[in-house]
């Protein structure tokens, strides 16, 4: 997530279809740069607990099943991939799903077939309240808002295998058409126009979204409710008071973010071996909270790692905190 938007923005629609279902694949100098790594990194995932994985583009996991994690060695201990995009769910221009369906089976075989990950997940690409086609800048619609992309990730996520049983909102500032802000800071003249006609949301009416889809997915489903997003994100669209405050939403970071996945891979919530820096959440939240799951420490392309068709996003996964 976070910065792969940019790179496929450039890209033609049948190289990005390409890689949304997984049939590129690295050059043979990508892969005997990972062969590399592979050498230099860890035994496996760790501390005990944490799993390593990725998310969104394809990576090339290698060999058969148990699938190892693919440039790091180890198992392939999750996989997460978009279920949805508010933009793509509109029917905008630049509206894609970022879906490698090669990763997400075999992060479920690994889960199922010999116990080993967190398996597949998903994650929707969330629209602020500058985005809803019924926008009238009051919190009921806002929730609203929220409610009904809720409902459009769980008829999603009911097409395919779902064994992480955390539906994540991602909540970012992409930079990209048609609402660079996707809505959390501008409010547009239509969804998919892209021309501004406000340049202020209430962090009240953002909250109200993101309440109305944690609610919606609480109320009718057994699934638990996870955030992308990194601390200064979040911060900029939901404030430091109130309304930016999630003691008991679990927690997905991007920050930081290393482009030497070979040499800086993370042990626990810190880069380098566990003894550089650490993985910052948002919302209150800190590692040592019992909703930090997930950090996203290499990958998109604002950090460019050379792994995959793009840059691979790599994850670890505190597979024990959730319940």
């Not at 669209?237 to 679990?250: A, E, N, R, V």
């Not at 810190?270 to 590692?287: I, V």
């Amino acid at each position: 997530m976070k910065h792969p938007w940019r790179a496929l923005a450039a890209l033609g629609g049948g190289i990005a279809l390409l890689l949304i279902t997984g049939l590129l694949t690295p050059t043979s100098a990508t892969a005997a740069t990972a062969a590399r790594a592979v050498t230099t990194a860890p035994a496996g995932d760790g501390p005990p607990g944490f799993w390593w994985g990725t998310d969104s583009f394809p990576v090339t996991v290698p060999g058969s099943a148990p699938y190892q994690m693919p440039y790091l060695g180890g198992a392939y201990g999750g996989y997460i991939g978009m279920t949805g995009n508010w933009a793509y769910w509109q029917g905008c221009k630049g509206g894609f799903i970022a879906l490698s369906t090669t990763n997400d089976a075999q992060a479920h075989t690994n889960y199922v077939t010999y116990h080993t990950g967190v398996g597949s997940g998903a994650y929707w690409f969330m629209g602020g309240p500058g985005v809803d086609p019924h926008y009238n800048g009051t919190a009921t619609e806002a929730s609203a808002w929220g409610a009904a992309q809720a409902a459009r990730a769980l008829s999603d996520i009911a097409d395919g295998a779902f064994d992480y049983k955390v539906v994540w909102m991602d909540i970012e500032l992409p930079g990209i058409a048609p609402a660079p802000d996707n809505g959390w800071n501008n409010v547009y003249t239509s969804t998919c126009s892209g021309v501004v006609k406000q340049s202020y949301v209430p962090t009240s009416l953002d909250r109200a979204d993101f309440n109305g889809f944690w609610d919606y997915i609480t109320a009718h489903s057994a699934y638990k409710v996870g955030v992308y997003s990194s601390a200064g994100v979040w911060a900029s669209i939901f404030g430091t008071g109130s309304d930016s405050l999630i003691p008991h939403t679990y927690e997905w970071t991007y920050e930081p973010e290393t482009t030497n996945y070979s040499g800086a891979y993370p042990y626990g919530w810190c880069l380098d071996h566990g003894a550089g820096p650490c993985a910052q959440f948002f919302g209150g939240q800190t590692s040592a909270s019992p909703y930090a799951l997930m950090w996203q420490w290499s990958g998109g392309g604002g950090a460019t790692n050379g792994i995959g068709g793009f840059n691979g996003d790599l994850d670890t996964i505190d597979a024990i905190r959730q319940n």
